[in-house]
């Protein structure tokens, strides 16, 4: 059975698309690809179809990571088809629990700095679209962080060879 991650902030423009490009790239280094699946999308439609912010883009390709994918609203099907549902910050986090059909839902909500080593709980990815493009090197390294820490996580979590 494959483990499903599907990363969420509020336009899928941004900061999911570069946790689900940064993440896949550590799945391929690791030869899980058959193992884990990666996805992302928005708690909002206002971005819907569009490709990531060429800020995200051009963050991504300066640390050699090509972004796939067109922006997308997480729909409450998707909890069925993940195991887990990542939330970038506390506003996507609450509004996915507000989403969650039940509690089996809820459990798979997680918030993606609790997985990075060092850092403290409850702390968000700042939302960098309104700043200049200093903010998404910072959440490209926030994210690669964090998604190392995701990484372990799911490897000890799940007994995937390592
Ligand atoms: P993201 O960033 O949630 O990381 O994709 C944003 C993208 C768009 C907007 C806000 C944040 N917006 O207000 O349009």
Redesign the pocket.
């Given at each position: 059975m494959k483990i499903r991650i599907c990363f969420v902030?509020?336009?899928?423009?941004?900061?999911?698309?570069t946790a689900e490009g940064i993440m896949r790239s550590l799945v391929e280094e690791a030869g899980l690809e058959e193992y884990i699946e990666i996805d992302s999308a928005?708690t909002?439609a206002?971005?819907l179809d569009e490709e990531p912010?060429p800020r995200?883009h051009e963050a991504a390709e300066e640390n050699g990571i090509s972004l796939v994918g067109t922006?997308r609203q997480f729909e409450i099907e998707d909890f069925a088809e993940f195991e887990y549902v990542i939330g970038?910050d506390g506003e996507?986090r609450d509004e996915l629990s507000s989403l969650a059909p039940d509690e089996t839902a809820e459990e798979k909500i997680f918030l993606i700095r609790d997985f990075e080593p060092r850092a403290r709980r409850d702390q968000d990815?700042p939302?960098?679209?309104?700043g200049g493009s200093d903010g998404f090197g910072e959440?490209f390294e926030i994210l690669k962080n964090a998604c190392r820490g995701l990484m372990e996580h799911v490897v000890i979590q799940h007994d995937l060879p390592s």
């Amino acid at each position: 059975m494959k483990i499903r991650i599907c990363f969420v902030c509020l336009g899928n423009i941004c900061r999911s698309p570069t946790a689900e490009g940064i993440m896949r790239s550590l799945v391929e280094e690791a030869g899980l690809e058959e193992y884990i699946e990666i996805d992302s999308a928005g708690t909002s439609a206002e971005h819907l179809d569009e490709e990531p912010d060429p800020r995200t883009h051009e963050a991504a390709e300066e640390n050699g990571i090509s972004l796939v994918g067109t922006a997308r609203q997480f729909e409450i099907e998707d909890f069925a088809e993940f195991e887990y549902v990542i939330g970038m910050d506390g506003e996507n986090r609450d509004e996915l629990s507000s989403l969650a059909p039940d509690e089996t839902a809820e459990e798979k909500i997680f918030l993606i700095r609790d997985f990075e080593p060092r850092a403290r709980r409850d702390q968000d990815v700042p939302d960098p679209y309104y700043g200049g493009s200093d903010g998404f090197g910072e959440v490209f390294e926030i994210l690669k962080n964090a998604c190392r820490g995701l990484m372990e996580h799911v490897v000890i979590q799940h007994d995937l060879p390592s």
